[in-house]
């Protein structure tokens, strides 16, 4: 029953802004120890983007989009989202979110620590 649903991709131009959202459906955000972004250009491994933990006492941002992009969540609406700003064409990409039921180790989020992954939405930024 665990799902995660993205959505708010499309295409924009550079220097544009774009919010992805992921909601979850049979169980609360706020009991995963860690919830992230990756994305995955063609032809290339997924990365990390940004994450945060359960109290949102810690916060990831790979360091390519820092100062851009802005992860955050509304407990009510069980809803985390991913506020992208100032896009360049190399954000564009699938981007999905993910979640963990526990974390095992600290430091900058890998994709292998993930239990769930949402199907993804494409963000596609034109110069």
């Known amino acids: 029953q665990v799902q995660l649903v993205e959505s708010g991709g499309g295409l924009v131009q550079a220097g544009g802004s774009l919010r992805l959202s992921c909601a979850a459906s049979?169980?609360?955000?706020?009991?995963?120890?860690?919830v992230a972004w990756f994305r995955q250009a063609p032809g290339k491994d997924r990365e990390f983007v940004v994450g945060i933990s359960r109290t949102g006492s810690s916060l990831y941002y790979a360091d390519s989009v820092k100062g851009r992009f802005t992860i955050s969540r509304d407990n009510a609406k069980n809803t985390v989202y991913l506020q992208m700003n100032s896009l360049k064409p190399e954000d564009t990409a699938v981007y999905y979110c993910?979640?963990?039921?526990?974390?095992?180790?600290?430091?900058?989020?890998?994709?292998?620590?993930?239990?769930?992954w949402g199907q993804g939405t494409q963000v596609t930024v034109s110069s």
């Open positions: 049979g169980r609360i955000f706020g009991t995963y120890a860690l």
């Open positions: 993910a979640a963990m039921n526990s974390r095992l180790r600290v430091g900058r989020p890998r994709s292998d620590e993930f239990n769930y």
